[in-house]
């Protein structure tokens, strides 16, 4: 089946430092690739949607300037968490999707085995 | 608007015994997919269902079985003769077919104890 590669798997790294974190669609073009932010013993929130060679789609409250998306190819969308401070340590969990948009299709979006960012 | 409830925030149950997930969902979309995945403690997610909202039929796979009822907006999800290694988050969510965005429910902790 498809499979979402996440890399990497755990940081730890200090405050101020900026971080990326790498979600590569592995064995199918991702037309689009979604980022998720889960904090301990909560539910994933959407942070953005990246559409290949467009700009992110960030929701509401989730600061641009702060987490910067690119997805410049069909199989890579990269997630880098600037300037990163202790508050933004989490999990951050990337999937994608095909451009396969029928109804009776079995593609499920496909998520990464997702990132746990500690900042200390 | 959309939105997923899972009522259930944690569930304790003994090992062989049968537990039902909780999911209910609202949205106004006639076509749209329901998923269930299954968070372990290592934190990736596992897809175990996908179900368009043209399909009621109830469908079973091994243990686990879902029960879907548009008329009550529900999709709940039956694990058979639970054992240790179901115990994880499971995440119930919705997805409407003209957009991309996930709508999660806050998760159900299912504790299985041996």
């Known amino acids: 089946g498809a499979v979402v590669s996440q890399h990497p798997s755990r940081v730890i790294c200090k405050s101020g430092t900026s971080v990326k974190i790498e979600c590569r669609s592995l064995d199918f073009q991702a037309t689009t690739m979604f980022w998720y932010r889960q904090f301990p013993k909560q539910s994933l929130m959407l942070m953005a949607t990246?559409?290949?060679?467009?700009?992110?789609?960030?929701e509401q409250g989730v600061e641009k300037d702060k987490f910067l998306i690119n997805h410049a190819s069909l199989t890579l969308s990269t997630l880098t968490v600037t300037s990163a401070h202790p508050e933004d340590s989490s999990f951050y969990i990337c999937?994608?999707?095909?451009?396969?948009?029928?109804?009776?299709?079995?593609?499920?979006?496909?998520f990464g085995d997702g990132t746990r960012l500690s900042i200390l | 608007a959309q939105k997923v409830t899972q009522a259930q925030t944690e569930i304790s149950v003994v090992e062989k015994e049968d537990v039902t997930l909780d999911c209910v969902y609202e949205?106004?979309?006639?076509?749209?997919?329901l998923f269930w995945y299954k968070q372990p403690p290592s934190g990736e997610l596992v897809f175990l269902i996908r179900?368009?909202?043209?399909?009621?039929q109830n469908e079973i796979s091994g243990r686990y079985s879902w029960n879907f009822q548009k008329s009550t907006s529900s999709f709940n999800f039956t694990i058979t003769a639970s054992q240790v290694v179901d115990s994880a988050v499971y995440f119930c969510?919705?997805?409407?077919?003209?957009?991309?965005?996930?709508?999660f429910g806050s998760g159900t902790k299912l504790n299985v104890k041996p």
């Open positions: 969510a919705l997805n409407l077919y003209n957009f991309n965005k996930f709508y």
């Open positions: 990246s559409n290949e060679g467009s700009k992110a789609t960030y």
């Open positions: 179900r368009n909202s043209f399909d009621e």
């Open positions: 949205t106004r979309d006639t076509t749209y997919y």
């Open positions: 999937s994608a999707r095909t451009s396969d948009r029928g109804l009776r299709s079995n593609q499920p979006q496909h």
